[in-house]
């Protein structure tokens, strides 16, 4: 027979996450959890102690690709210099498509 003798070192402090998503997305998390045998609390746990573990995310955290390079942004801010002077031609999307036509 083995004794363990447990002490108040032995306790973790706990703490609270919060974290606000959206409802649709916390049933699914909720529905897989469930699937594969773990409360949504416990796979919190295993994300926090794999990052920690392994000092990072695990999977691919990378920056958006830019909508617009260098150039592209330059024609758009003269495009508004034009038009804050008062030198812009406005049409609708029915003449612009009968020019795009010919």
Known sequence: MYVCKVTKE???AQATIS???????KE?????????GLSTSAAIYMFVKNVINERRLPFEVREPAAR????DIEA???????LN???GIV????????????
């Not at 758009?76 to 034009?82: A, D, M, V």
């Not at 049409?91 to 010919?102: D, Q, R």
């Open 28 to 36: 699914s998390f909720d529905k897989f959890c469930s699937n594969v």
């Open 19 to 25: 974290a606000r998503i959206d409802s649709k997305d």
């Open 85 to 87: 002077a008062g030198k």
């Open 10 to 12: 032995h306790y973790m």
């Open 68 to 71: 617009y390079n260098a150039s």
């Open 76 to 82: 758009l801010k003269k495009g508004i210099e034009q």
């Open 91 to 102: 049409k609708t999307m029915e003449e612009l498509e009968a020019m795009e036509n010919g």
